[in-house]
């Protein structure tokens, strides 16, 4: 347990998503995609995954684990999509409607609250390494994705399942296991491709990543809590420039 009662996955994921809202609201709006997505998607990754999900107006994503909502809300500025995020931690959904307007219920991956074939289309960025119950997960998203729906996916992958210095919370699967989990879940794996294989964001983007994070940390750089919550991104870095895990998008159909 960390400070305050929460755990480093809770400062990580709840408390730094209530922060980033009122970060964003000084900022201004067009911080608030960048800051939604830092850590967990690029605009290169984002296109891939719109383009391979076939997502268009419409479409009724369900965002498994979505946090505060950037990815979603990028599906819903170049496409139109009509996303709904689901996530465990309050402050992330609270978030996500805030920044968004974006429909936002508090769930876990392995217990969703739609009903059998509800999505068009899945996604599910950067949450299978934190669920110890992977299958729980794919089962669930399996059920509530109708037939024949894309699932994207983006998943670090490791070399192990617990590499020396992992963040708390974490395990990683193997590209092997990762293949085992889809198919014996219900999904054809279509397409995969390594995050570091994809072009860099742009400029406007990366500058506004920065400015949020210094912004960030002048507001709340002292409290343990932003200490827990970099020192858990600061471990997955680490392993990532020490070959250890990569990030991987994948593109896979409800059998």
């Keep these: 347990m960390g400070t305050n009662g929460e755990t480093p996955m809770e400062a990580e994921f709840d408390t730094v998503a209530r922060w ?19 850590g967990s998607a690029s605009p290169a990754g984002l296109d891939w995954l719109l383009s391979t999900c076939g ?47 974006l ?43 109708r037939a024949d729906g894309p699932l994207g996916l983006l998943v670090v992958v490791g070399d192990e399942e617990r590499p020396a210095g992992a963040p708390e919370g974490n395990t990683f699967p193997t590209s092997d296991s990762l293949r085992e989990l889809l198919r ?5 794996l279509r397409a995969e491709v390594d995050v570091d ?3 860099e964001p742009p400029a406007d983007w990366t500058r506004r990543t920065e400015e949020f994070g210094e912004a960030l940390e002048r507001a ?6 932003f ?23 994948l593109h896979a159909v409800r059998q």
Aim: charged residues 25%; contains cysteine.
């Design 20 to 38: 980033t809202e009122g970060v964003v609201q000084d900022l201004g709006p067009e911080y608030a995609i960048p800051a939604g997505c830092r």
């Design 55 to 101: 997502i268009g107006a419409g479409t009724r994503l369900v965002d498994v684990g979505g946090g505060v909502g950037g990815p979603a809300g990028y599906a819903v500025e170049h496409t139109g999509a009509s996303p709904v995020v689901a996530d465990p931690m309050v402050g992330a959904c609270r978030s996500a409607s805030r920044l968004f307007g």
């Design 103 to 145: 429909p936002a219920v508090v769930a876990d991956g392995g217990r969703l609250p739609f009903t059998d074939g509800a999505a068009d289309a899945v996604w599910c960025l950067g949450v299978v390494c934190t669920m110890d119950d992977k299958d729980a997960l794919l089962t669930e998203i399996h059920r509530v994705l």
């Design 184 to 188: 014996d879940n219900g999904f054809d």
């Design 197 to 199: 294989d994809l072009p």
């Design 220 to 225: 709340h750089g002292d409290d343990p809590r």
């Design 227 to 249: 200490v827990e919550a970099k020192d858990q991104s600061q471990r997955l870095a680490t392993l990532a420039e020490d070959g250890h895990v990569v990030v991987r998008l």
